[in-house]
């Protein structure tokens, strides 16, 4: 791993303006984002005996406002939201049982993610799985149809994203069993989840409840894993085996800046600002913005807009000779002229 210690002042200098949380603010922005998606709620409640379709069309905002609590729940986990940490790890776990996803088990595999991201030997928790050319080669017959069946982007971001947060989230067999607090905060929110759907089936019914909450889960849930595929999956994308790995590069070459209309920005809590976060997870979201327009330096990152986003889908391969991303269609065709290497 390459450490360049006046490399590590320089960001410093750069970034530490704009460190630590505004308390007051945090708890401004997430008191009225919670009276929203309350409000959001109780609308498709109503919207019940008018009907269906209405419920699915209000769920698209409630959607989003679930994502953007969730962005809450993410700078909880970074210590950028609240100066209290039991305050943060009180309000993420709460979050957490809204968003399916136990907080400090997120929180730790989440950090694994920051610390490697862009790391060709450390592909574990938190990343979207990406091999590269040379190992897809390797891979059985059947080890191949599972990584196409995997990066297929109707699997990735449909069935596979609610696999994640429906049954991995439930029980995440991968986690050593010495993370005593990660499996801690497993069990108690799964003991949350069903409580509150006792409370349901005790008020409005289960029918009703997962009318309602269940369009609103698997949007959010497809949005945010397509979110976070593209902060990392672009054509030049940065990935180097650890001898060569440096973790300002990957946080500023390996992490898009992703524009997106200012309402979506709204609704994604400024993560689309992938770059500076990386660089620097002590920066609540209510910063990023300012970060990136003050320093130009920073504008040098991978710039993406919605209909890029959507043009990775067909990414897939880590090529280490042209040092790109590339596509099945792509591997194929090379391997056919014979210019892999």
Not at 85 to 109: D, E, M, N, Q
Not at 322 to 327: D, E, G, P
Request: hydrophobic share 45%; with cysteine; aromatic share 16%.
């Amino acid at each position: 791993m390459k450490i360049d210690r006046e490399q590590v002042r320089h960001w410093k200098r750069v970034l530490s303006p704009y460190f630590g949380p505004d308390d007051r603010r945090s708890a401004w922005q997430m008191g009225y984002t919670a009276v929203l998606f309350a409000a959001a709620w109780a609308l498709m409640y109503w919207s019940l005996g008018v009907g269906y379709w209405l419920t699915l069309l209000l769920a698209l905002p409630a959607a989003g406002l679930a994502m953007r609590l969730f962005m809450f729940q993410h700078d909880c986990g970074h210590g950028s939201y609240f100066n209290s940490r039991r305050l943060a790890c009180i309000t993420g776990s709460v979050i957490g049982v809204l968003t399916l996803t136990p907080y400090h088990y997120w929180r730790k595999t989440h950090a694994i993610h920051h610390a490697h991201s862009g790391d060709l030997d450390v592909r574990t928790f938190g990343d979207i799985v990406t091999v590269t050319v040379k190992e897809y080669e390797a891979m059985s017959f059947l080890q191949r149809f599972g990584y196409r069946f995997y990066r297929n982007p109707f699997i990735l971001f449909g069935p596979g994203a609610a696999f994640q947060f429906f049954v991995k989230h439930r029980f995440p067999w991968d986690a050593p069993r010495g993370w005593k607090r990660e499996w801690l905060s497993v069990w108690w929110t799964n003991a949350a989840l069903v409580a509150i759907l006792a409370g349901a089936w005790l008020t409005i019914g289960i029918g009703t409840f997962l009318m309602i909450q269940l369009p609103i889960t698997l949007i959010s849930c497809s949005i945010g894993v397509w979110l976070f595929y593209v902060q990392h999956q672009f054509e030049d994308a940065y990935w180097h085996w650890r001898e060569d790995w440096n973790y300002y590069d990957a946080g500023l070459h390996g992490s898009s800046f992703l524009r997106l209309p200012k309402v979506l920005q709204w609704f994604t809590a400024n993560i689309g600002l992938h770059h500076v976060h990386h660089l620097s997870a002590r920066i609540p979201n209510y910063r990023l913005q300012r970060c990136h327009d003050e320093n130009p330096e920073l504008w040098q990152a991978p710039t993406m807009t919605l209909w890029d986003g959507l043009k990775t889908l067909h990414l897939a391969l880590w090529d280490e000779g042209r040092r790109k991303l590339i596509s099945f269609r792509e591997y194929r065709r090379l391997r056919t002229a014979g210019a892999l290497s």
